[in-house]
């Protein structure tokens, strides 16, 4: 059907006063909507956030009695909270990486050799228990990297329990454990999540484990501010993770948030900051001179630049790094379909499948290395070494079971800490590893790293696949110094590690800063930028990025930068629901008890009173506001209810016999409170109370946003994601309601 046949269908011949709100033709349609019902009640867990402020007469009047003064504190206050949010996220990272430091020395200086396998594995096994049971105790948000979880709240979407603080130190014990127990696993991620989560904390001043709730910082406590101090924190916790700052900034900016602005980039930037500082002053101590700044700082040369011709050999490892990552997403992909398939919600199952892993890499980390040959140490600057040469990374290889002056080189990258293997391979000395050497560690470490992504404890995957791309990229360098030209294999794996990134996290300016911030290589952006453009574009072909498909796989109802193609040819009539529960300015109470009982729907347009105007019935569908489930809720149970003589005195045009019961600030503290179910509410309603009114025009949404229902959908869609809405009200050509849309008519 072309767009006018549709306009003609839906409002022209349409007579305002015909009940029919769409053609029977659109309804049928609807129907054959591609989204499956079991999609549908999957998606309806999740509850949508309010990002937009109501404008009523309560805002009004506290507008007007605001004074500028008012709202400078309102502005210090959020840096001060900024402040917070950097040093906790801070303290937290470095509690995390030396808590891990411990749990590592812990088991490496135990463990060498043979029988000390058992020893190795069993403290694998212990850190990897402990930390799936974690999990088990402090719920399933607890597990994996928490980023589509975060992504999905700042793109408006209520995960309950994300945020709470049984959730964040749940991930951050379990990550401690997990990242300790040999798994092939980074904390970049669920640092995300952690960030998140004290950023949620530390800006609401309540708490439902604690079980206290300040309310006189209700300024704060609404779902816009949060939403902002989440993604404060959520890039301190990548600064501080990375040592990156302006990496963490980039990051909330680029993969996180959907929502931004100005005065949100200075204070995450802020945050960042100080996450950073903090972290890092913990970390390394106060006398640390200024370029040992960084938590992780690599070898790559400062003095060796690429030649321009070798920008051929980057370009084809993009687009290697293009194909790996899409790879590693579609198998990541297809093993957590099937995990939920076997393994269900069962924990024992999940507990031993963690056992089952921690056993594997164990075991694969260990005895291959046993195989490899053993390589004379010296040539090469170790700890050991005494070398002071400030361009040379000092190197720790690992003996294993080498004799003395000789070291194992698959045993130096698999025996050790990740991020240590990472600065191995990013080392400038060029006769570390064989190529067989990083080729078996390569497809180990791919295999392992997709099967690891999704057990039941936390993890996340950016150092893994860091490491992949480093060892692939560095065995890229040698094979081309081995048979064309002689160049720096630690730039080959500098390369690598940001191509495969590209390739699976599909990230771009925030990568690229993260990475030249982490190796404080600024000489080699142009080489970066070049490979992420590249490895992306490759990834893109084949599928969407890792959290992209975990948004989808979670059924969390999210709703992309830009709208599905196969919306453009539809009208918003065709994914609406028609049968619109709405309440008149001034209604029942009975009325509005019946519709909170029998719905659950959380917006209700609200109509015209036809007294007010011309007695006819077709002005009672005129659009005029909207109001919440929770607002009605605060007015029931605050029983702000009239008689119909008390309202026949209101004037509501002139403002005149008014007398509000609640305010501003008190109504925004009951929204910021827990509040009753509606069964609840209905013990303190007596039957006299049933037959009385509740006149709905002060505090409903008066900026309530509407779309004629023959517009095309992919306006709405835009509209949704670009002012953050829960509800659009649909009308037809006389600005009647006709249908509701929400997110999840949309996804
Ligand atoms: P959310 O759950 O996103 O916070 P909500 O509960 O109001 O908002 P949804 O659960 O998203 O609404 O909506 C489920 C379905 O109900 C959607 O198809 C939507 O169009 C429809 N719907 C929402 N509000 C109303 C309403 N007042 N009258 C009739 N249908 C509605």
């Known amino acids: ?66 004074k500028k003064i008012h709202k400078l504190f309102k502005t210090l206050g959020k840096w001060v909270i900024c402040t917070l949010i950097g040093i906790l996220v801070g303290i937290f990272c470095y509690c995390l990486k030396e808590s891990v430091d411990q749990l590592q020395k812990l088991k490496y200086n135990y463990s060498s050799i043979y029988k000390p396998f058992f020893i190795y594995l069993g403290f694998n096994l212990l850190y990897g228990i402990v930390s799936c049971l974690i999990v088990c105790f402090c719920g399933p948000l607890s597990s994996s990297s928490g980023l589509p979880e975060v992504k999905g709240y700042l793109n408006g979407i209520r995960i309950s329990k994300a945020f709470n603080l049984k959730t964040v130190l749940g991930k951050i014990t379990s990550l401690i454990f997990s990242f300790s127990s040999g798994l092939v696993l980074g904390p970049e991620g669920p640092m995300f999540h952690i960030g998140s989560g004290l950023g949620s904390s530390m800006s609401q001043f309540k708490s439902k484990t604690l079980r206290f709730h300040l309310r006189s910082f209700w300024v704060f406590q609404n779902d816009s501010d949060k939403r902002d101090f989440i993604s404060c924190g959520a890039a301190a916790g990548i600064a501080a993770a990375f040592g990156a700052p302006i990496g963490g900034v980039l990051f909330a900016l680029e993969e996180g948030s959907s929502f931004w602005s100005r005065q949100l980039t200075w204070r995450t930037f802020f945050s960042c ?21 960084g938590v992780l700082t690599f070898g790559v040369s400062k003095f060796y630049l690429y030649t321009y011709t070798e920008l051929i050999p980057f370009i084809i490892m993009g687009i290697i790094g293009g194909i790996l990552g899409a790879i590693f997403v579609h198998f990541n992909l297809r093993i957590n379909h099937l995990r939920k398939k ?77 991020e240590d293997a990472l600065q191995i391979l990013f080392s400038r000395t060029t006769n570390i590893f064989t190529p067989l050497t990083l080729f078996v560690f390569t497809v180990f470490y791919f295999v392992l790293t997709t099967l690891t992504s999704g057990l039941y404890i936390a993890s996340g995957i950016f150092i893994p696949m860091m490491l992949i791309g480093s060892a692939w990229g560095r065995l890229f360098g040698l094979l081309i110094s081995e048979y064309f030209t002689s160049v720096d294999p630690s730039i080959y794996a500098l390369i690598g590690a940001a191509s495969m990134m590209a390739g699976s996290l599909r990230m771009t300016i925030s990568l690229v800063v993260i990475i030249v911030e982490l190796t404080e290589t600024t000489q080699y952006l142009l080489p970066v930028i070049t490979v992420v453009m590249v490895g992306k574009w490759v990834g893109d072909v084949f599928n969407e990025s890792v959290y992209e498909h975990l948004i989808e796989f979670k059924h969390i109802p999210y709703l992309s930068s830009q709208p599905a193609y196969h919306l453009r040819t539809k009208t918003v009539a065709e994914a609406m629901s028609s049968d619109v529960k ?16 029998t719905s659950t729907h959380n917006g209700f347009p609200v109509t015209m009173l036809p007294k007010l105007h011309e007695p006819t019935s077709s002005i009672s569908e005129i659009l005029c506001g909207l109001i919440l489930r929770s607002q009605l809720s605060i007015l029931l149970k605050r029983k702000i209810f009239y008689s119909l003589d008390e309202l026949t005195n209101i004037d509501f045009i002139n403002d005149k016999g008014y007398d509000l019961p609640i305010d501003h600030a008190d109504f925004q503290q009951e929204l910021a409170s827990k509040i009753p179910s509606i069964s609840l509410i209905l013990n303190d309603i007596s039957q006299e109370d049933h037959e009385k009114y509740i006149d709905l025009r002060p505090y409903m949404n008066f900026a309530v946003v509407s779309i004629k229902n023959y517009s095309s959908l992919t306006e709405a869609y835009r509209l949704f994601r670009l002012a953050g809405l829960r509800h659009i009200v649909v009308v037809n050509v006389f600005n009647h309601v006709v249908g509701m849309l929400t997110r999840k008519d949309l996804t």
């Not at 900051?273 to 370029?291: E, M, R, S, W, Y």
């Open 1 to 66: 059907m072309d767009n006018k046949k549709d306009y003609l269908l839906l409002n022209v011949q349409q007579d305002p006063n015909d009940d029919t709100p769409i053609h029977p033709s659109i309804t049928h349609r609807r129907h054959n909507k591609k989204t499956s019902h079991h999609e549908r009640a999957l998606m309806s867990n999740f509850e949508s956030l309010d990002f937009s402020e109501i404008d009523n007469i309560l805002l009004r009047q506290y507008n007007s009695r605001q």
């Open 273 to 293: 900051l100080i996450a950073t500082l903090i972290a890092n002053l913990f970390l390394q101590g106060f006398g640390v001179k200024i370029h040992d700044y």
């Open 342 to 418: 076997l393994l269900g919600t069962n924990k024992l199952y999940k507990l031993l499948e963690v056992i089952f892993f921690v056993i594997l890499t164990s075991t694969i980390c260990f005895f291959p290395a046993l195989l490899a040959n053993c390589r004379p140490v010296s040539g090469i600057p170790t700890n050991s070494s005494g070398s002071c040469d400030d361009d040379i990374i000092q190197i720790n290889t690992i003996q294993f079971n080498c004799q003395e002056g000789y070291y194992n080189p698959l045993a130096t990258l698999t025996m050790t800490t990740l």
């Open 582 to 597: 709405s309440f008149p300015e001034v209604v029942k109470v009975k009325t509005v008890i019946e519709v909170l009982e």
